[in-house]
């Protein structure tokens, strides 16, 4: 492709790894943009939790161009099901919509699995990687000088920081802004074999918790709980198999299955969730915040790691059409507040409802009015 303008920034630095930063580094990369991507972990890792991947995630991961790999490497299928907690089925949600295009309508991966096929685009970009490094300071004016931890400084047009929910770039742009807040439920996270039975996102509800099974490929699934805990404590790793069976224990059919298949050595993860939701506007002097530093939604929507990724290919877009990187962020910002909004909102109202022990025809409402939203163009 000829590309008929020059970016609006020339050069940019966009700070943490994750699923925001990559893609913004290949988007911005991709119009033309010089990128710098630094992490703080040096060897650039990630836990080996499953997630699960909804059609316009899907969709955002065809234009990343990892689609195919996603497809082969990871799992995806048409449709979700709840059951109730002796594994009955109570209503298949169609995924399906011509506005997604020619993408699955849901699916599932390992989180190292995504990392390494995003890390591979990146470094295949010619984008330059330094890991071990995070930034000590931000100098006003334009471009903004940026001071890193190893006492090296350079200056960039753009800043992007995708340090995640505990964004350090946050409490540079915007000191005093309240902390991410513990929302009362923890979330448990199992990796196991996947259950033959287990062929797509499947919720278990009407229990006593939240339950659901996700395929993350072929051979493997993960499943989440739910569990509503007022102040979080964190249990040793060896209590962990224990505990998650006895939260287990209401349960039948593939859950007790699963259940039984626990054992001492099993890989379990159980997470505080917190959230914040960053009031307009995300960027300030040519710095931006994207992804969990600006909106970190809990996982009932399943739709985190699609607004990360979003939020990079709308950045890139922006950055290429605009005459200022200024119109380019507050372009960006229009285009992603509300779509955001509509994730961390939801995803609360839906953990109110399970706190709530709300019905499953409650919670299925939330859950599809929301996904058709999201189905629409970003
Ligand atoms: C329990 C749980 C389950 C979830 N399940 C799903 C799911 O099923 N589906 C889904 O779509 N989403 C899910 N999410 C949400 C999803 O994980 C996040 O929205 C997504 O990972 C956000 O990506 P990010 O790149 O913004 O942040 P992160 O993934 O947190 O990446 C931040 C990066 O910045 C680096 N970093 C941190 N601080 C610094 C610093 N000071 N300097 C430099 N680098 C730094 C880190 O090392 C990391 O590489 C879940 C979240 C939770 C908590």
């Keep these: 492709m000829i590309r008929q303008r020059k970016p609006a920034a020339r050069s940019a630095l966009v700070i943490g790894g994750g699923i925001a930063g990559m893609s913004a580094a290949l988007a911005l990369a991709e119009v033309g943009v010089a990128v710098r991507l630094i992490d ?6 990630v836990y080996g939790a499953g997630i699960t991947i909804t059609g316009p995630t899907l969709r955002v991961m065809k234009r990343l161009g990892i689609l195919d790999r996603v497809m082969a490497e990871g799992w995806t299928a048409d449709g979700l099901l709840a059951c109730d907690a002796q594994g009955a089925e109570l209503a298949r949600i169609d995924t399906s919509d011509a506005a997604l295009g020619e993408v699955p309508g849901a699916g599932g991966i390992l989180r190292p699995a995504l990392h390494q096929m995003l890390s591979e685009r990146v470094r295949a970009s010619g984008i330059a990687v330094d890991l071990g490094l995070s930034v000590r300071a931000l100098a006003q004016g334009q471009p903004r000088q940026v001071t890193f931890s190893d006492g090296s400084s350079a200056a960039y047009d753009l800043v992007v920081g995708a340090d995640g929910i505990f964004s350090a770039t946050r409490d540079m742009l915007f000191p005093g802004l309240p902390a991410p807040k513990y929302v009362g439920q923890v979330c448990w996270r199992l990796m196991t074999e996947r259950h033959p039975q287990i062929d797509r996102r499947t919720y278990f509800l009407g229990g006593p918790l939240k ?20 102040q979080f404590q964190r249990l040793p790793d060896e209590a962990l198999p224990g505990r998650l069976a006895e939260l287990m224990a209401p349960y039948g059919g593939i859950v007790a299955d699963v259940r039984d298949a626990i054992t001492a050595g099993s890989t379990i993860v159980a997470r505080p969730l917190e959230t914040i939701f960053l009031p307009e506007p995300w960027y300030r002097d040519g710095v931006v915040l994207i992804g969990d530093a600006a909106h970190a939604t809990t996982p009932q929507l399943a739709s985190g790691a699609g607004m990360a990724m979003e939020d990079g290919l ?7 059409r ?15 507040y509300a779509r955001c909004a509509t994730v961390v909102e939801n995803s609360l109202q839906l953990g109110r409802l399970e ?8 919670q299925i409402r939330v859950v599809e009015d929301a996904l058709k939203k999201l189905n629409e163009p970003y």
């Design 40 to 45: 703080s972990d040096p060897d650039w890792k």
């Design 211 to 230: 339950v659901g099974m996700n395929p993350v490929s072929p051979e493997g699934m993960y499943m989440f709980l739910l569990e509503p805990v007022p």
């Design 314 to 320: 709308v950045l890139g877009e922006e950055i290429a």
């Design 322 to 336: 605009a005459d200022s990187v200024e119109a380019a962020l507050a372009a960006f910002q229009g285009r992603r």
């Design 355 to 362: 706190r709530a022990c709300s019905t499953p025809v409650e």
